[in-house]
């Protein structure tokens, strides 16, 4: 499978946030990347940041460590954190638009492995309830 474009990454997120701006696509999903990397690991982290744009992947493939998982609330929270002017709302809103294409640029088969690694109910962030 081959990485999708930036430009196209950016613009899904800009769709499905029904963002204003590229810019606020960017900082989503800067946000939501940096906190995703530090919750998958191994092959699957690198296989996803296979799929992603080069500046997309550093960032899932360097994020800040986390001292312990985070379950989806939590991570909504943590992203709400991270963005100014954030509500939990639009926090997970957010997270929503981004591992929403995330899953999409996977694949099926990636997106499964991947959620194995979260704990349970981040597959409705990820936009895809039946996965678990």
């Known amino acids: 499978m081959v990485a999708i474009r930036s430009e196209e990454f950016l613009e899904r997120i800009r769709e499905r ?4 701006t590229r810019q606020e696509a960017e900082r989503a999903a800067r946000v939501v990347l940096a906190l995703l990397g530090a919750h998958v690991v191994g092959q699957e982290r690198s296989a996803l940041a296979a799929r992603l744009p080069e500046t997309f992947a550093m960032i899932l493939l360097n994020p800040l460590p986390a001292a312990e998982p ?3 609330e ?5 992203t709400a954190a991270w963005i100014e002017g954030a509500t ?3 926090a997970k809103w957010d997270v929503g638009a981004v591992l929403s294409v995330v ?3 996977a694949g099926e088969d ?10 349970v109910g981040y597959d409705l962030l990820f936009g895809r309830p039946s996965s678990a």
Not at 110 to 119: E, F, G, I, K, V
């Open 17 to 20: 946030g029904e963002y204003d």
């Open 70 to 72: 985070l379950a989806p």
């Open 110 to 119: 990636l997106t499964r492995r991947l959620l194995l690694q979260l704990p």
């Open 88 to 90: 939990e709302e639009t």
């Open 74 to 78: 939590r991570f909504v929270r943590a």
């Open 103 to 105: 899953a999409e640029a």
